[in-house]
């Protein structure tokens, strides 16, 4: 399995774009990356999920280089209500379980 | 939108008893799972089920947890004999399938707290 390495904290302010890099140097051919985002109390929530280039959806955008060696999770204009953890998670077919590491504290001032 | 729901919400119970943790996963998915996070710790996996039988579990599902799907809806995880050291957040997940370009959709947790 795949160690990842996310920063352990992060501080931004609204309205300003943030980027979350995780390394996953071993990862495997088979495994996509994903990213899932957990407020206090709650139940971790899925993000975005991509296996090379760049994917987009309505929440972020993740970009994986060639290597697939990284991932950055983008989130353009934070507000107030992206602050939570981030996970960086490699998954792939046949595993069912995720293995989830300490993630990424994001705090957003206003 | 579809969720994943999870009764109670919160569970308090005494060292030794038995609890039922109940989730009612996303109708038209196949796989579930059951993860627990201890206050301040990381998320960690307990098991999957799919087809009505255990197909993956960690070292921390040991004989006294189970899992069962008692009817069409319900997915249940039991705990025969809480210890102190259960007391976590529990979480349920559902998929469509496994891996691959697919998510996990949690539930809302429930807090067990054993005294």
């Known amino acids: 399995l795949a160690k990842t390495t996310q920063p352990i904290s992060m501080d931004s302010y609204e309205g300003q774009e943030v980027n979350i890099t995780c390394s996953h140097n071993?990862?495997?051919?088979?495994?996509?990356i994903t990213w899932y985002q957990q407020f206090p109390s709650q139940g971790p929530r899925f993000i975005i999920q991509?296996?090379?280039t760049k994917v987009t959806n309505e929440v972020a955008s993740l970009f994986i280089p060639a290597d697939r060696k990284s991932s950055t999770l983008s989130l353009p204009r934070v507000s107030l209500s992206d602050t939570a953890v981030y996970y960086c998670?490699?998954?792939?077919?046949?595993?069912?379980?995720?293995?989830f590491g300490s993630g990424t504290r994001l705090q957003v001032q206003p | 939108e579809p969720e994943v729901t999870q009764t109670p919400s919160h569970q308090v119970t005494q060292m030794g008893q038995e609890v039922i943790l109940r989730c009612v996963p996303i109708?038209?998915?196949?796989?579930f799972y059951w993860y627990r996070q201890i206050l301040g710790q990381k998320v960690e996996f307990l098991v999957s089920?799919?087809?009505?039988?255990?197909?993956?579990k960690s070292e921390i599902f040991d004989d006294q947890f189970s899992v069962e799907r008692p009817d069409g809806s319900n997915f249940t995880l039991k705990i025969r004999s809480t210890k102190l050291e259960d007391s976590a957040m529990y979480f349920c997940?559902?998929?469509?399938?496994?891996?691959?370009?697919?998510?996990?959709?949690f539930g809302p947790g429930t807090r067990l707290t054993v005294l």
């Open positions: 997940a559902s998929s469509e399938t496994s891996g691959g370009a697919n998510e996990q959709f």
């Open positions: 071993n990862i495997a051919t088979n495994d996509y």
């Open positions: 991509g296996y090379k």
């Open positions: 998670l490699p998954w792939g077919t046949g595993r069912r379980a995720l293995t």
């Open positions: 109708s038209n998915h196949l796989y």
């Open positions: 089920f799919y087809n009505n039988e255990i197909s993956e």
